[in-house]
Structure formats: structure tokens, C-alpha cells
């Protein structure tokens, strides 16, 4: 009997020791995940003061742009392009691909669209910032603007919005260049972001993941050509149509997409 409660005791002990094992551990596991939390939204915040503090911005991108076909094929789309930025309230953007090429101007006014492919453009006033032009281009004529959010003054509240989980995953290298990668879930999608290493946390890559949708495909923007401190020429901004160009309705503006017509139904390009 005597035996017994000793070893009853030996075994509560175990038992006891165990479970507080287990519990430092997960709880060492908890502040592990909070600090990558932690370190992957400092990153993100240090890139987002530092682009909304640039004034003027030149960069050149390639971009990849996956579709799915009804028959489950993943196809994917690239173009290349590059931009210009003047805080508050100018920018112009350029996109090619292999069938189509789309230019953006907003002098502070007017935002002109033009596509070169089909000579025609589209017309609205309206924005007095960048950051409203992104938006009405968003929400007012269907224009996705992927990866815009990065150029956006208050880029962190935006991207951050509705983020439910948030991982620093280590280093990598973009274009020969050392960056940070963080990754992200929303609810919809889930999105990656490398970020350059030093005293210019640039936005170098950003993957978004369509979770929503069969097959998950991606966006993919690769920056280059960074630059900062340059002075854009007074008319950088200005656009005047080709007396052939057919003016389009500001509503037809989803035609002129990086995808080329019946691509994402698997039909020819």
C-alpha cells in the first residue's frame, strides 16, 4: 500500500512535469509566431513610410497575370512596363504585353487611358490626388490595379485592413538584390511581399493569391529601376489623343485589361 502511493505520487509528478513542459513550450511557440508577426508588420511599415515620403518616383515592372480555363488550365499572361509618379497629384504608367499596350495619364485633373492596340482611349475628371484616382479607377470603372496599394500615402492602413495573419518568412534575393519576405492572409486571398534590405525598403516583389478562386492564380509584379529625387518635364503628364483615336465611354475601360479578349473563358487570343 505503501509502494503504491509512492508511485502514485512519482506518476502525478510526471504527469505534472509533462504538462508544464508543454506548456512553456507552447507558450515560447505563441511568442515566437507574435515576434515574426511583430517583425513582418515593422518591415511593412518601414517600406510604406518610406515610399509615401518620396515625392517624385520612377520605376520600370514586369508582371504576371494567371488565368484558369474552364478545362482547369492554368495559363499565365506577362507584360512589362513602367511608371512615373508626382506626389500629390500626378502620374503617368505605361503597360505592354505581347497584344495589347495601355498608357495612363492623370495631370491632377483628367485621367486619360489610352490604348495604343486599339486606338482608342477613355476620359473622366474627377480625382484631385493619386490615391483618389486609384480608387475611382477601382471602384467607379472596375480597373483591378494590382499592387497599387504599395504606391498608396496611407499604403500600410490600406494593406493592412484586413489582414488576419501575418509571417516574416526570411531572406531572399530579387534582380541580385537582398530582401525581406513577408507573407499575409486576408480572407480571399493570400499575398507575399519582398521588401529591400538597408536604408531603402523598396517593394522589389509582390505575389497575390486568388483563394477564392479554382486553381488559385496569382498576380505577380517584379520592380525595377527604382528612382527617386528626379524632376518629371512639365508636360511628363500631359496626353493629347491621335486624331484617329476613337474616344471610348469611361465605363468601357475594363476593355482595355492586361488580359487579352476571351482569355479567361480558354478562348483565342
Not at 504538462?19 to 513550450?25: F, Q, S
Not at 511593412?44 to 508582371?63: G, R, T
Not at 503617368?92 to 489610352?114: M, P
Request: proline fraction near 5%; include cysteine; charged fraction near 20%.
Amino acid at each position: 500500500m505503501k509502494n503504491h502511493t509512492k508511485i502514485s505520487k512519482c506518476s502525478g509528478s510526471r504527469t505534472g512535469f509533462i504538462g508544464m513542459t508543454l506548456a512553456v513550450m507552447l507558450f515560447a511557440a505563441g511568442q515566437g509566431i507574435q515576434a515574426q508577426e511583430n517583425q513582418a508588420m515593422s518591415i511593412l511599415k518601414a517600406m510604406s513610410d518610406y515610399v509615401s515620403s518620396q515625392q517624385n518616383i520612377a520605376f520600370s515592372f514586369d508582371s504576371d497575370i494567371e488565368v484558369i480555363t474552364p478545362e482547369l488550365e492554368k495559363i499565365q499572361f506577362t507584360n512589362s512596363g513602367e511608371a512615373l509618379l508626382k506626389r500629390p497629384n500626378k502620374m503617368r504608367a505605361q503597360r505592354k504585353g505581347g497584344y495589347s499596350e495601355v498608357a495612363l495619364f492623370f495631370d491632377g485633373t483628367t485621367v486619360n487611358i489610352f490604348s495604343q492596340s486599339i486606338n482608342s482611349y477613355a476620359q473622366f475628371n474627377g480625382p484631385t490626388t493619386v490615391d483618389q484616382m486609384i480608387t475611382a479607377l477601382r471602384s467607379g470603372h472596375g480597373v483591378a490595379l494590382p499592387a497599387a496599394d504599395l504606391l498608396l500615402t496611407n499604403a500600410y492602413d490600406t494593406l493592412v485592413a484586413d489582414v488576419l495573419e501575418a509571417k516574416y518568412m526570411g531572406q531572399g534575393i530579387i534582380d541580385g538584390r537582398e530582401c525581406e519576405h513577408l507573407a499575409f492572409r486576408n480572407f480571399d486571398t493570400d499575398w507575399q511581399l519582398w521588401v529591400e534590405t538597408g536604408d531603402r525598403p523598396i517593394p522589389r516583389k509582390m505575389v497575390i493569391t486568388s483563394k477564392t478562386v479554382n486553381s488559385a492564380p496569382q498576380y505577380t509584379v517584379r520592380i525595377k529601376d527604382w528612382k527617386t529625387g528626379i524632376e518629371p518635364a512639365p508636360d511628363a503628364f500631359a496626353f493629347t489623343p491621335p486624331d484617329s483615336a476613337k474616344k471610348l465611354d469611361p465605363h468601357a475601360l475594363m476593355e482595355l485589361d492586361e488580359l487579352p479578349p476571351g482569355a479567361a473563358t480558354g478562348g483565342n487570343q
